[in-house]
């Protein structure tokens, strides 16, 4: 309140606040019309209209998907599918060299500084990912430079020159980037590959996913020509937007990338790996008990990650999994907050908050369009190791109990809100537009995918949990293995009632 006069106050705005007073005033309540000001009208928006995904596919075969959002800033990109899958033909690392490499100068623009500047001009960023399955070249701009954007992204994709200069400060920066992960391990993104490399040995999303030291020489302009030839054609390629017209999006689609001669000539899919993912199960150990730099070990704590055969994203057991993946949760032991991050899942009621010693536990879903992989990461002490593999053990098998009631809704609940929070974000919704088209030819609104979830009942639960306990685990293990239990043994415990690992019995200790 910033004025009075008499029984008359002004708020903020300067609008007259009446109040009952000695001078007969009257009482006019704020929740009720203001005297005198017009009644306002609301722009309405069909609810069906505004979420609506539309897709266009061209005469080549590329996809155009786009989902209006109203504002100023719009996220377009070309996702590619093609990623380190697709590297069973060719030394690995081909896919992350690309990551290297894009942006840089295409037949357009002479080097990135040219790309960057011309991006600045509309307010714009650019970002190129790699996963195993999927490549996104993406730029979040002004709307208004939507052309501009769509022409340099076809420039990008199609027409990077590769000169020999990019190559060569490529191979310095993986180099950099191995060296680094070597003197600096990150727990999580290690065991995150090898728990790939354990479950799909050798084949397909078991293939490594950073470039290995002894492709970095190998890997040049011809070689990378042959494989751009084979995966980035237009069948394999979604325009995706968010923030435009459809039609505007379809136009500079047709524009671009209709009848564009890529710099590596015809493409020729018929080249392309059509592996499906072979679960094999197994383990990779990387025994650091003798690494130390000083009188502190590095790393000074032991991680395992265990993992069982979950299901592709195409199937229907997918939303179950995500389910029970929430329902799992888990986090690090020094997580602060309250049910909204996960305080009353399993792994922080049964694991985290029963046995102080044990640093982390935390549950993942990893699902392709082939197959998947769910798994527990701990760590804790190296003294400790075997009874924290046992615990973990002991929680897949009570994974196929039946679920308490309070238990599922609250997951139910906290996956939907999760869902619903994520795509708030622009560069989110274009990412899931993008990655579904390029998956199954449509989109999946978030309101269905809650209707799924909502359907998820103990029963689903149980059945996905006891199908994937019938799947020989995938076991990644880090730091000092000295009391790491034997894989037979871990398999053993797997396949028994309650989860305990054979007894051992030692003469000496």
Partial sequence: ????????????????????????????????????????????????????????????????????????????????????????????????????????????????????????????????QTSRDTTMYAVSAEVKGLDTVVSLLSDAVLQPRLLDEEIEMTRMAVRFELEDLSMRPDPELLLTEMIHAAAYRGNTVGLPRFCPVESVEKIDKKLLHMYLQSYYCPERMVLAGVGIEHEQLVACARKYLLNVKPVWGASTPTNVDLSVAQYTGGIVRMDMSDVSLGPTPIPELTHIMIGLESCSFLEDDFIPFAVLNMM???????????????????????VLNRHHWMYN???????????????????????????M???????????AGTAGEMELERAKTQLKSMLMMNLES?????????????????????????DLISNVTASDIKR????????????????????MPSYEHIQAALSSKDGHLPRMYRLFR
């Fill in 389 to 399: 593999v046992e615990i973990l053990t002991r929680e897949f098998i009570q994974m």
């Fill in 1 to 128: 309140i910033t004025g009075r006069k008499g029984g008359q106050r002004r708020n903020w705005f300067g609008i007259a606040v009446y109040r009952k007073c000695s001078s007969g005033y009257p009482n006019i309540s704020l929740s009720a019309p203001l005297p005198g000001i017009p009644k306002p009208v609301f722009a309405a928006v069909d609810s069906h209209e505004q979420c609506e995904t539309k897709i266009t596919t061209l005469e080549n075969g590329l996809k155009v998907a786009s989902q209006n959002k109203f504002g100023q800033f719009c996220t377009v990109g070309i996702l590619v599918n093609s990623g380190s899958r697709h590297e069973t033909k060719y030394p690995s690392g081909i896919a992350h060299f690309l990551e290297k490499l894009a942006f840089s100068s295409t037949a357009q623009y002479g080097s990135k500084d040219e790309i960057l500047l011309t991006l600045e001009k509309h307010g714009g960023i650019c970002d190129c």
């Fill in 464 to 483: 996905v949990t006891t199908k994937m306990l019938c799947s020989k685990p995938a076991v990644a293990a880090l730091g000092d293995l000295t009391e």
């Fill in 361 to 387: 536990a935390t549950s993942y879903h990893h699902s392709y369009e082939d197959t998947g992989l769910l798994c527990i990461h701990a760590s804790a002490d190296p003294r400790q190791v075997r009874e």
């Fill in 328 to 350: 799992m949760g888990g986090g690090g032991s020094f997580s602060a907050g309250g049910p909204g991050k996960g305080m009353f899942t399993r792994l922080y009621l049964n």
């Fill in 426 to 450: 622009r560069p989110v919704i274009f990412e899931d537009v993008g990655r579904q088209v390029l998956a199954t030819g449509k989109r999946k609104l978030p309101h269905e995918l809650c």
